[in-house]
């Protein structure tokens, strides 16, 4: 596994992360975070610092890891990375497709007459051919990669220093918070804030795991 590590990011761009509650909501993170990658080339670090705002893990397991002021937050990479020297370069292998800043723009506006439409595929499809002038078969096209994208397994979880709602053992200061929604999520308890070297353990196969103890 290969990590990428970005520093002084602009602050418009990290604000532009959202807190995630549904996979239209992982997903915009996913588009923020490539867009980042697309545009931040001279944000990538050489070597690692112990500062730096967000990484990105290629290899077998491709993840995004982003650092907030309370923790950290982290998704699965729904693209092939390529590293080709100067930049990052992210493909949409299944649909032969660059994640270019044109393919950005198109799925956001799919995300945003999503959230409008109640997910119907007629508006979205009419709205990328209004919104980019495209053809009929290129609209649905790029719905069936945004659907793709939406229906990937989104492998998001967070670890959060949560002082002001910490209440013993049943809502710990330092915790794991694994799936997006509230009814179905998992918090675990740990006894210290964590750094690089747990996200390696959990992301890495060839590093030592850690173990329940209770």
Not at 2 to 9: D, G, L, M, R, V
Not at 29 to 52: G, M, P, Q, R, S
Not at 141 to 161: I, P
Request: proline share 2%; net charge negative.
């Amino acid at each position: 596994m290969t990590a990428f590590f970005y520093k002084k990011i602009p602050e418009y761009q990290l604000n532009e992360f959202i807190a995630v509650r549904d996979a239209f909501d992982n997903l915009s993170n996913v588009i923020n975070f490539i867009e980042i990658i697309n545009t931040c080339a001279h944000c990538k670090l050489n070597d690692y610092e112990e500062d730096f705002d967000l990484v990105m893990f290629s290899g077998e397991y491709r993840r995004a890891l982003i650092k907030k002021s309370d923790g950290f937050f982290s998704m699965a990479i729904p693209f092939q990375v390529l590293d080709i020297g100067d930049r990052i370069s992210l493909n949409l292998d299944n649909f032969g497709v660059e994640v270019s800043g044109q393919f950005i723009s198109i799925m956001r506006n799919a995300l945003e007459t999503s959230r409008k439409s109640n997910f119907s595929h007629e508006d979205i499809v009419l709205s990328l051919c209004e919104n980019f002038s495209l053809e009929l078969n290129e609209a649905i096209f790029y719905y069936d990669a945004f659907v793709s994208l939406v229906s990937e397994d989104h492998g998001y979880f967070r670890f959060d220093d949560d002082l002001a709602n910490e209440n013993g053992k049943f809502h710990p200061r330092y915790h794991f918070d694994f799936f997006c929604k509230n009814s179905s999520s998992i918090k675990i308890g740990v006894d210290k804030p964590i750094d690089i070297n747990c996200f390696y353990a959990l992301f890495d196969s060839n590093y030592t795991k850690h173990y329940l103890r209770k």
